[in-house]
């Protein structure tokens, strides 16, 4: 989760000055969270109580918590930056999904791929994810292209096995960040804005370096950055086969080295500071039940579903 977050606080700042460099402070004044993570945050939320909750003889739908999950942080966060159509529909009464294939179904889904434990499953609970309020199929193509791209990053393919499925699947061909970058606009669509920030993830050299692409196109900066961010942080955290070496540094399985690990992003950034404490709190336990469903075989010996 820190991935998605931390590439949205850092966008955040050029989201309306866009710049076209990778030089930037990573996080200086007048970054912070915006819609992007708190709706992140949401998505975590209505998948852990939906867990929990059909664990202990509760059937309970994910759609239904997440869109109790979703108006309730949204209604507490009012000013975080909402598109016009998603602020109404968090006002809403009787919310309904609203045919959008805007990228912020992209930009909450990374708690999708990362608490899936079947490449299935991760694209079954990204459109239910999508589909609350995004049920275009693009806003769909977009959130399960995304979560597609964090599980199998959890699951150690590399980064030519992960474009040969976007590939194949959603986006051909994928764009280049060359390509990108000279002609690129504020593009709040899915197809507009998730090839591009996958693009930014793929041709990134770690975690920062994929945030800092994403900034640098110029476009919606906050939103694009933590797709990339949320799909290089899973990545480069947990799968490329890390093992330390003597010098305290890391090889992953493609030989490449990489002198700063993920947890040593947030704590030189003191991003933790810049997040409610419950937002705090309620990533470190997603990332709890996260490994639990890893395992994952509850005490029944077989893997809880969650009812969509």
């Known amino acids: 989760m820190y991935g998605a977050i931390i590439g949205d606080i850092v966008g955040s700042k050029y989201e309306f000055r866009p710049i076209n460099t990778k030089d930037f402070p990573f996080v200086s004044k007048g970054c912070e969270f915006t819609d992007d993570t708190v709706m992140t945050v949401a998505v975590a939320r209505a998948l852990m109580k939906a867990r929990e909750r059909n664990f202990n003889g509760e059937p309970a739908s994910f759609r239904a918590i997440l869109v109790a999950e979703m108006q309730e942080l949204g209604r507490r966060f009012p000013g975080a930056g909402y598109g016009g159509m998603f602020a109404k529909w968090l006002g809403s009464p009787d919310p309904r999904p609203y045919n959008s294939y ?45 979560a597609a791209c964090i599980f199998l990053a959890k699951a150690g393919k590399t980064k030519m096995e992960i474009h040969a499925y976007v590939e194949d699947n959603f986006y051909k061909p994928l764009p280049s ?12 669509t899915c ?19 994929a945030v800092r692409n994403a900034v640098s196109l110029g476009g919606d900066a906050d939103t694009q950055a933590a797709i990339a961010g949320s799909i290089a942080w899973t990545y480069y955290r947990f799968g490329c086969g890390f093992r330390d070496n003597p010098d305290d540094r890391y090889v992953d399985k493609e030989g490449r080295i990489w002198t700063q690990s993920c947890e040593d992003v947030v704590a030189g950034y003191r991003i933790d500071e810049l997040l409610p404490d419950d937002f705090v709190a309620t990533i470190e336990e997603f990332d709890v039940q996260r490994m639990l469903r890893a395992g994952t075989y509850d005490r029944t010996g077989f893997c809880t579903s969650i009812p969509l």
């Not at 197809?191 to 370096?209: K, N």
């Open 102 to 146: 805007g990228n912020g179904s992209a930009m909450r889904v990374s708690p999708c791929g990362l608490f899936a434990v079947t490449l299935d499953e991760t694209l079954a609970l990204a459109k239910a994810s999508s589909e609350v309020t995004h049920d275009h199929p693009e806003g769909i193509r977009g959130a399960q292209a995304v």
């Open 191 to 209: 197809q507009g804005s998730v090839p591009q920030a996958i693009a930014c993830f793929l041709e990134s050299t770690d975690y920062e370096d």
């Open 177 to 188: 960040i060359g390509d990108i970058r000279p002609v690129n606009t504020f593009d709040e």
